[in-house]
């Protein structure tokens, strides 16, 4: 079973930055894409970035320009680089992996942006 352990979540000020991790329990090569994801209370989960086998990415139009996702294939994680900070992007973030037609989900890591 594939395990995705997301890490970095936490506390910081409108403005500021945060980046976080999804190291996957097997080499990432065996994923179509691998994503993140992010639920507000009360909301539904909605895709923030993605990242393809190939390199391409793609953005929520809320985040473009502020957030990069990235990926170590020799890590076997992928990365959510979080700028410009704004108290909307509070919310439980979740990463997701596809491929050969299975989903994987991790646990979710919380990011909450107050003064």
């Known amino acids: 079973q594939v395990q995705l352990v997301e890490s970095g979540g936490g506390l910081v000020q409108p403005g500021g930055s945060l980046r976080l991790s999804c190291a996957a329990s097997?080499?990432?090569?065996?994923?179509?894409?691998m994503g993140w994801y992010r639920q507000a209370p009360g909301k539904q989960r909605d895709l923030v970035a993605r990242?393809?086998?190939?390199?391409?990415?793609n953005y929520a139009d809320s985040v473009k320009g502020r957030f990069t996702v990235s990926r170590d294939n020799a890590k076997n994680t992928v990365y959510l680089q979080m700028d410009s900070l704004k108290p909307e992007d509070t919310a439980v973030y979740y990463c997701?992996?596809?491929?050969?037609?299975?989903?994987?989900w991790g646990q979710g890591t919380r990011v909450t942006v107050s003064s």
């Open positions: 997701n992996a596809v491929g050969l037609n299975k989903a994987y």
């Open positions: 097997e080499s990432i090569f065996r994923f179509s894409f």
């Open positions: 990242i393809f086998i190939g390199g391409d990415t």
